[in-house]
């Protein structure tokens, strides 16, 4: 069973950039395809962006599509998401969670077996 931890969150004004990192334990990310998800206050937790396992083919959510860039390096376990051009509602907590479809995008927050424990991000205007 795979543990994920995410980092790299924090405050930063409208306009500048994030890197988010999704370290992996107790297994590999070979196994999994990768996605990352987000919740705000009141709301459902929603889709960003999956990678497959080879990290060779990407899939957005169309309100991050140009701006954020999902990568993941299998040999260090690592996932990562980096956030370009921030705006005041990409404020919420960020997750990575891993998914047996290997291949596939998946959106549904049900798809994905494991999750780490959320990174905050707030974006001040």
């Known amino acids: 069973q795979v543990q994920l931890a995410e980092s790299g969150g924090g405050l930063v004004q409208a306009g500048g950039s994030l890197r988010l990192s999704c370290a992996a334990s107790?297994?590999?990310?070979?196994?999994?395809?990768m996605g990352w998800f987000r919740q705000a206050p009141g709301k459902e937790r929603g889709f960003l962006a999956h990678?497959?396992?080879?990290?060779?083919?990407?899939y957005y959510a169309d309100d991050v599509k140009g701006r954020f860039t999902i990568s993941r390096d299998n040999a260090k376990n690592m996932v990562y998401l980096q956030m370009n051009s921030l705006k005041a509602e990409d404020t919420a907590v960020y997750f990575c969670a891993a998914t047996v479809a290997v291949e596939s995008p998946q959106r549904d927050p049900n798809e994905y077996a494991y999750w780490g424990q959320g990174t905050q991000v707030t974006v001040s205007s």
């Open positions: 107790g297994g590999t990310l070979w196994n999994y395809g």
């Open positions: 990678i497959n396992r080879s990290g060779g083919s990407t």
